[in-house]
């Protein structure tokens, strides 16, 4: 079975800096892997997904990612952070099961913004 | 991408009642998804529904608690019955679409068991 693991539940950065967020899955198969955000209040929204190719994905708002087979590892990046990032961001990896793309979420890690 | 209605948004429901969430999505498709997050929690899969057939419940999540409805491929239904104050969540509809099988969720249903 699939699992996810967001090492940090909390995180505070800066107006302005750099960004990364870990995620670490384990999983047999080659994995499909996306990054969601949830603002305050409101549902989830994809920020990028990876299915095979390019290790390094773009996704919306200035994010990207990149795969790592080797570690394991989906890290979210972003190379300066502005005050509406601050959300919930989760890390997410699916297993096609009987024909339906499950997905196994991370615990989620919650993103503090200083002015 | 799919673009997926939830109604309610928000509830407050007494303890004992049931009550249902409708999701709608804009497109047809074929596979559809009911996930819990409970309060500071992540998300986790309740079941899923495909048009024609019994929804598939994963493990601690029963039919009886959480009756499904899939009556077309652009509609379905959660039930949560006899609430009581555990079941006090967000619940996301979610469904399948586009290439590499993207999951898309809904806007949530926050509902509040008193």
């Known amino acids: 079975a699939q699992s996810v693991t967001q090492p940090d539940i909390h995180i505070t950065v800066s107006e302005g800096a750099s960004l990364e967020l870990r995620c670490n899955y384990s999983?047999?198969?080659?994995?499909?892997l996306f990054w969601y955000v949830q603002s305050p209040g409101q549902g989830l929204q994809l920020l990028l997904k990876?299915?095979?190719?390019?290790?390094l994905v773009q996704g919306i708002k200035g994010f990207e990612a990149e795969f790592k087979r080797s570690q394991s590892s989906f890290n979210l990046r972003k190379p300066s952070v502005h005050w509406s990032d601050a959300a919930e961001y989760f890390c997410a990896v699916g297993a096609a099961i009987q024909g339906a793309q499950k997905l196994v979420f991370g615990q989620g890690t919650r993103l503090t913004i200083n002015p | 991408s799919a673009v997926i209605s939830q109604k309610p948004s928000r509830d407050i429901c007494q303890r004992g009642t049931s009550l249902t969430i409708q999701c709608q999505v804009d497109?047809?498709?074929?596979?559809m998804f009911w996930y819990r997050q409970q309060p500071g929690q992540s998300l986790t899969l309740i079941a899923t529904?495909?048009?024609?057939?019994?929804?598939?419940?994963e493990s601690g999540f029963v039919i009886d608690k959480f009756p499904i409805s899939r009556p077309n491929l652009t509609f379905s239904t959660l039930t949560v019955s006899n609430m009581s104050p555990e079941d006090s969540s967000i619940y996301l509809c979610?469904?399948?679409?586009?290439?590499?099988?993207?999951?898309?969720f809904g806007e949530g249903s926050w509902l509040t068991v008193v």
């Open positions: 497109s047809q498709v074929t596979m």
């Open positions: 529904a495909n048009q024609g057939s019994e929804a598939t419940y």
């Open positions: 990876y299915f095979s190719g390019d290790t």
């Open positions: 979610s469904v399948e679409q586009g290439p590499g099988n993207t999951i898309y």
């Open positions: 999983y047999g198969a080659t994995p499909y």
